[in-house]
């Protein structure tokens, strides 16, 4: 069990714990002079039958509640320490803030410097702190009355925390391994220790993990060694106070800054916006506004940002909301994780939050669609929340994403009926099932549409077809999210291709009488040319027709496949292209490669013209360019078709 102190300053936090533990601690020379804690300490105490309990002594002074924020984290309970002479204080209330902003679970409160004052006096201040709890979450608080001088109620006080330390549940330690550092310093023959309390999953000394900064910066580092509660150990679970000794390529302590994060591979990926469920503290001095600058504290980080309101233009003391916190650092977050927000001074708490999205996006944040995806990630659970987010995309969800968000490993996910999986190019995707079908159903209706408009195209490409869909009303799907609900959609035969044409299974392209009695006549004029065909204005003047005309209708059998447009007014009909491809197999048969002067030499053609169709043979797949030589593609239908022919 981790217990953290928390109080104003000089209420005897500090010899509280040298009372409770025997052991002064580690302060420093700073501390020692002044007489008063201004960063972390740390204590342990046994309990005799092989569990350890944790103390973080965190500082009392208004000027280093930073210094409490990264500490108080995580802590499974917290002593409110009031010193009975003085009673609450500007500190006392604020660190009982912190407390419940922080979720911590549990709060006992401890009256110190007993010696000092008669029971009266002790009476009164146990129940001026009794009435500061009444109306918050640790209003069944127990309190304890010691001395740390005379040693009274001490061994009561450790009594109920050695109790409380055998009944505490050990974390769940599901999830990936997270720890934020709150000290980092170098050992003589070791190298670099960090210490945190570790707030999710399991490590073990041999694990690699990343050290990732504010900045998103990275570096790999190994486990060599590990202290859990205080005790070397080859593992560390969520919920333990770890040292860990790292090794990896130039690493030194002093560059591991306070609120770095050591996380598996699975959890990188920092964000500089956070959707959270704000909540203003009620003895907050004023009403919170939109874009309002704060410090925000999330485990030991600490960051400056802005706080953009998501349904309201300012929220009032004592009243919560919906808000993005857009940072000025990268934040290393996940669903659940609590935080303090502090204004831009610094000197006053304002209120704290909750995270509900870790990678919020930057636009569309206030839709209403967003907004219920963010009342769904308030009040639920993956498996409860995926509905509603899964209702308010078209382009699915990534299950890595998902992982990432929760902290969940995706074979602890319980999947609604609802949700499918549809494989993309880049992955997974997960998609309501019900919405995937409705998607399917306007492409076909928009591929119809299309056909209605031209009836003289095969159809359109994927990328037209994607263009034109979201001109006609179906959503703007990712280009690897549109094409697997096109073979999702071929799969089912509601849809064909026709080369890199798309089009419905009864679509055909006609000619019209006239069209067909020109194509009659343009096809031996072409065939006749064998691999020097005819250009298109020589075929308009050998029939007398329109240029333009000529070369719509060869277009149109080119779309159709009965052609091959090897350049703007250049066609070939596949006979031809066989007797290239041909040409291309022997030439490269010979010695394995094909470069432009032996096709020109066999076809006897100028060299632009036997570029233009080797350029053409590259682009239809039956050769492969390397540098000025050229490789036949076996796998290429034309080719395995003349091979065969």
Same mark, same amino acid.
């Given at each position: 069990?981790?217990?953290?102190?928390?109080?104003?300053?000089?209420?005897?936090?500090?010899?509280?714990?040298?009372?409770?533990?025997?052991?002064?601690?580690?302060?420093?020379?700073?501390?020692?002079?002044?007489?008063?804690?201004?960063?972390? %300490?740390?204590?342990?105490?046994? @309990?005799?039958?092989?569990?350890?309990?944790?103390?973080?002594? +965190?500082?009392?002074?208004?000027?280093?509640?930073?210094?409490?924020?990264?500490?108080?984290?995580?802590?499974?309970?917290?002593?409110?320490?009031?010193?009975?002479?003085?009673?609450?204080?500007?500190?006392?209330?604020?660190?009982?803030?912190?407390?419940?902003?922080?979720?911590?679970?549990?709060?006992?409160?401890?009256?110190?410097?007993?010696?000092?004052?008669?029971?009266?006096?002790?009476?009164?201040?146990?129940?001026?702190?009794?009435?500061?709890?009444?109306?918050?979450?640790?209003?069944?608080?127990?309190?304890?009355? !010691?001395?740390?001088?005379? %040693?009274?109620?001490?061994?009561?006080?450790?009594?109920?925390?050695?109790?409380?330390?055998?009944?505490?549940?050990?974390?769940?330690?599901?999830?990936?391994?997270?720890?934020?550092?709150?000290?980092?310093?170098?050992?003589?023959?070791?190298?670099?220790?960090?210490?945190?309390?570790?707030?999710?999953?399991?490590?073990?000394?041999?694990?690699?993990?990343? @050290?990732?900064?504010?900045? /998103?910066?990275?570096?790999?580092?190994?486990?060599?060694?590990?202290?859990?509660?205080?005790? =070397?150990?080859?593992?560390?679970?969520?919920?333990?106070? !770890?040292?860990?000794?790292?090794?990896?390529?130039?690493?030194?302590?002093?560059?591991?800054?306070?609120?770095?994060?050591?996380?598996?591979?699975? $959890?990188?990926? %920092?964000?500089?916006?956070?959707?959270?469920?704000?909540?203003?503290?009620?003895?907050?001095?004023?009403?919170?506004?939109?874009?309002?600058?704060?410090?925000?504290? @999330?485990?030991?980080?600490?960051?400056?940002?802005?706080?953009?309101?998501?349904?309201?233009?300012?929220?009032?003391?004592?009243?919560?909301?919906?808000?993005?916190?857009?940072?000025? %650092?990268?934040?290393?977050?996940?669903? #659940?994780?609590?935080?303090?927000?502090?204004?831009?001074?610094?000197?006053?708490?304002?209120? #704290?939050?909750? !995270? @509900?999205?870790?990678?919020?996006?930057?636009?569309?944040?206030?839709?209403?669609?967003?907004?219920?995806?963010?009342?769904?990630? /308030?009040? =639920?659970?993956?498996?409860?929340?995926?509905?509603?987010?899964?209702?308010?995309?078209?382009?699915?969800?990534? *299950?890595?994403?998902?992982?990432?968000?929760?902290?969940?490993?995706?074979?602890?996910?319980?999947?609604?009926?609802?949700?499918?999986?549809?494989?993309?190019?880049?992955?997974?995707?997960?998609?309501?099932?019900?919405?995937?079908?409705?998607?399917?159903?306007?492409?076909?209706?928009?591929?119809?549409?299309?056909?209605?408009?031209?009836?003289?195209?095969?159809?359109?490409?994927?990328?037209?077809?994607?263009?034109?869909?979201?001109?006609?009303?179906?959503?703007?799907?990712?280009?690897? +999210?549109?094409?697997?609900?096109?073979?999702?959609?071929?799969?089912?035969?509601?849809?064909?291709?026709?080369?890199?044409?798309?089009?419905? *299974? /009864?679509?055909?392209?006609?000619?019209?009488?006239?069209?067909?009695?020109?194509?009659?006549?343009?096809?031996?004029?072409?065939?006749?040319?064998?691999?020097?065909?005819?250009?298109?204005?020589?075929?308009?003047?050998?029939?007398?027709?329109?240029?333009?005309?000529?070369?719509? $209708?060869?277009?149109?059998?080119?779309?159709?496949?009965?052609?091959?447009?090897? +350049?703007? &007014?250049?066609?070939?009909?596949?006979?031809? !292209?066989?007797?290239?491809?041909?040409?291309?197999?022997?030439?490269?048969?010979?010695?394995?490669?094909?470069?432009?002067?032996?096709?020109? &030499?066999?076809?006897?053609?100028?060299?632009?013209?036997?570029?233009?169709?080797?350029?053409?043979?590259?682009?239809?797949?039956?050769?492969?360019?390397? #540098?000025?030589?050229?490789?036949?593609?076996?796998?290429?239908?034309?080719?395995?078709?003349?091979?065969?022919?």
């Amino acid at each position: 069990m981790i217990v953290a102190t928390a109080g104003h300053i000089d209420h005897g936090k500090t010899a509280l714990l040298e009372a409770l533990t025997g052991h002064v601690g580690d302060q420093r020379r700073e501390e020692r002079e002044r007489g008063i804690t201004i960063d972390l %300490g740390y204590r342990y105490a046994e @309990l005799g039958d092989g569990a350890t309990l944790g103390f973080i002594d +965190v500082p009392g002074h208004e000027r280093f509640v930073h210094n409490m924020l990264a500490g108080a984290g995580g802590v499974d309970l917290a002593l409110l320490v009031v010193a009975a002479d003085d009673g609450v204080m500007p500190q006392t209330r604020e660190h009982l803030a912190i407390l419940a902003l922080l979720r911590i679970p549990r709060l006992w409160v401890v009256l110190t410097k007993c010696d000092r004052v008669d029971a009266e006096r002790r009476s009164e201040s146990e129940a001026e702190i009794m009435a500061l709890l009444a109306d918050g979450p640790f209003h069944e608080a127990p309190c304890f009355t !010691v001395s740390s001088v005379t %040693g009274q109620g001490i061994a009561s006080l450790r009594e109920s925390l050695e109790d409380a330390a055998r009944g505490v549940a050990q974390r769940a330690d599901a999830g990936h391994f997270r720890l934020s550092v709150d000290r980092a310093f170098s050992v003589t023959g070791a190298g670099v220790v960090v210490t945190g309390t570790a707030i999710a999953g399991r490590v073990a000394v041999g694990d690699s993990l990343w @050290l990732v900064d504010s900045n /998103d910066a990275r570096q790999r580092v190994r486990v060599r060694g590990l202290h859990a509660q205080n005790r =070397a150990a080859e593992t560390a679970t969520a919920g333990q106070r !770890v040292a860990l000794n790292l090794v990896g390529e130039r690493l030194r302590a002093d560059q591991v800054e306070r609120g770095s994060w050591l996380l598996p591979e699975a $959890l990188l990926g %920092g964000s500089r916006r956070l959707d959270i469920r704000l909540s203003l503290l009620g003895d907050a001095a004023r009403a919170l506004e939109h874009w309002t600058p704060v410090h925000v504290h @999330l485990g030991a980080q600490h960051l400056t940002g802005r706080v953009a309101l998501l349904e309201d233009s300012r929220v009032a003391p004592g009243e919560s909301t919906l808000a993005q916190l857009v940072l000025n %650092g990268h934040a290393h977050a996940v669903h #659940g994780d609590a935080l303090v927000l502090r204004d831009q001074s610094a000197w006053h708490t304002l209120g #704290g939050g909750v !995270v @509900l999205d870790p990678l919020a996006p930057s636009r569309q944040r206030r839709t209403p669609t967003r907004l219920a995806q963010l009342h769904a990630l /308030d009040a =639920a659970t993956l498996e409860q929340a995926l509905p509603t987010l899964l209702e308010g995309t078209d382009n699915g969800l990534a *299950p890595e994403r998902l992982a990432r968000q929760f902290n969940r490993q995706q074979d602890s996910w319980q999947l609604p009926q609802a949700a499918i999986s549809v494989d993309t190019a880049r992955g997974a995707r997960l998609l309501d099932a019900a919405r995937w079908e409705v998607l399917g159903a306007t492409l076909i209706e928009v591929l119809g549409r299309f056909h209605d408009e031209q009836p003289d195209e095969p159809g359109p490409d994927r990328s037209r077809l994607r263009r034109y869909g979201i001109a006609q009303g179906l959503p703007a799907l990712e280009p690897v +999210v549109f094409t697997a609900l096109v073979e999702a959609a071929r799969a089912d035969s509601r849809l064909v291709s026709s080369g890199p044409w798309l089009h419905l *299974p /009864d679509h055909r392209v006609r000619l019209s009488e006239a069209e067909e009695a020109l194509k009659a006549q343009l096809v031996v004029h072409l065939h006749n040319g064998g691999i020097d065909p005819p250009w298109v204005r020589d075929l308009a003047r050998l029939e007398n027709r329109n240029e333009a005309e000529v070369r719509g $209708l060869l277009r149109k059998l080119a779309r159709m496949g009965e052609l091959h447009q090897v +350049v703007r &007014d250049l066609f070939y009909p596949e006979s031809s !292209v066989d007797k290239l491809a041909d040409t291309a197999i022997q030439l490269a048969d010979a010695d394995g490669t094909l470069s432009v002067i032996d096709f020109r &030499d066999a076809l006897g053609l100028g060299r632009k013209r036997c570029v233009q169709l080797l350029e053409y043979l590259d682009r239809i797949g039956v050769t492969r360019r390397f #540098g000025n030589q050229r490789r036949v593609r076996e796998e290429s239908d034309v080719v395995v078709r003349v091979r065969t022919g």
